[in-house]
């Protein structure tokens, strides 16, 4: 079974700062991986995915993620955060078609003036 | 496209009551998708739809819900009868390799 461990639960960061934001997975296969965010009262939106190809993948509002399968991570980052960056990140890994998508518990993402 | 669209956003029903959450999946999307939001559980995969079949309905969690795709454009999800514990957020999703949410529908049952 396809499982996401998001480690942190919140972090806080100030604005300017680089983020990383930690995502491991479990899957039998190749995955396929996604980053969402989700602003309060709001769906979910697609940041990045890999699917294959070049292990570093470029996003939306300047978030990029790397894929690394010896440590079956996929962690996201910016390198300079925006008070409007603050919501619930959530990690997600599908199967072989990208559909079935499971998530991981989420970070929420609070940024300091 | 004005994207996934849901309704009602937001429902207060007593429990006992029947509830029907709808969902308006972007055109052309072959795939649809169920998912229930909670503190306790996080974001759980319901059922999926492929060109209106349900192809996997392991999410589900009682016989009090079901779902139905009667064509391509118009989705539901039925609840009957509710409890306190359904309360949470419904999305609908459609798309494949790339899900595209809808805005949720906040369910509360009393």
């Known amino acids: 079974a396809q499982s996401v461990t998001q480690p942190d639960i919140h972090i806080t960061v100030s604005e300017g700062a680089s983020l990383e934001l930690r995502c491991n997975y479990s899957y039998g296969a190749t995955p396929y991986l996604f980053w969402y965010v989700q602003s309060p009262g709001q769906g979910l939106q697609l940041l990045l995915k890999?699917?294959?190809?070049?292990?570093l993948v470029q996003g939306i509002k300047g978030f990029e993620a790397e894929f690394k399968r010896s440590q079956s991570s996929f962690n996201l980052r910016k390198p300079s955060v925006h008070w409007s960056d603050a919501a619930e990140y959530f990690c997600a890994v599908g199967n072989n078609a990208g559909n079935m998508l499971t998530f991981g518990g989420g970070t929420r993402l609070m940024v300091k003036p | 496209d004005a994207g996934v669209i849901q309704s009602p956003r937001h429902e207060v029903t007593e429990m006992g009551q029947e509830v029907t959450l709808r969902c308006k999946p972007i055109s052309g999307h072959d795939y649809l998708f169920w998912y229930r939001q909670t503190m306790m559980r996080g974001l759980e995969l319901l059922i999926y739809?492929?060109?209106?079949?349900?192809?996997?309905d392991s999410g589900m969690p009682e016989d009090r819900f079901s779902a139905k795709m009667p064509n391509a454009s118009f989705s539901t999800l039925k609840i009957q009868p509710s409890e306190p514990r359904d309360s949470a957020v419904y999305f609908c999703a459609s798309g494949v390799g790339e899900a595209f949410f809808g805005q949720g529908t906040r369910l509360t049952v009393v």
């Open positions: 739809f492929n060109n209106n079949v349900p192809i996997d």
């Open positions: 890999y699917f294959s190809g070049d292990t």
